[in-house]
């Protein structure tokens, strides 16, 4: 392994520790984990609403079940006199 010169390597551990200590950039880090969070739940839950949603709009689309067959009109009513 090479030889590091001294300045080097106090200029490393400086580093080190002014990058432990320092606290000036938390916020910004706790905001992208809040945004990261919220777009990860906020996928989970559109996924998993989509089927629930694909199921009602198919029943809507299906004249046989669901409220279209509740919109059809009623038989006309005959009398049986005339």
Same mark, same amino acid.
């Given at each position: 392994m090479?030889?590091?010169?001294a300045?080097?390597?106090?200029?490393?551990?400086?580093l080190?520790?002014?990058l432990?200590h320092d606290d000036?950039g @938390?916020?910004?880090?706790?905001y992208?984990f809040?945004?990261a969070?919220?777009?990860?739940?906020g &996928?989970v839950?559109?996924? #998993?609403?989509?089927?629930a949603v694909?199921?009602? &709009?198919a #029943?809507?689309?299906?004249p046989t @079940?669901?409220?279209?067959?509740?919109?059809?009109?009623a038989?006309?009513?005959?009398?049986s006199g005339s």
């Amino acid at each position: 392994m090479p030889d590091v010169p001294a300045s080097a390597a106090h200029r490393f551990a400086s580093l080190c520790v002014r990058l432990v200590h320092d606290d000036s950039g @938390q916020d910004l880090i706790e905001y992208a984990f809040l945004a990261a969070f919220v777009g990860v739940a906020g &996928y989970v839950a559109v996924s #998993t609403i989509a089927p629930a949603v694909n199921s009602v &709009y198919a #029943t809507w689309i299906d004249p046989t @079940q669901g409220s279209p067959k509740l919109w059809d009109p009623a038989d006309p009513w005959v009398s049986s006199g005339s």
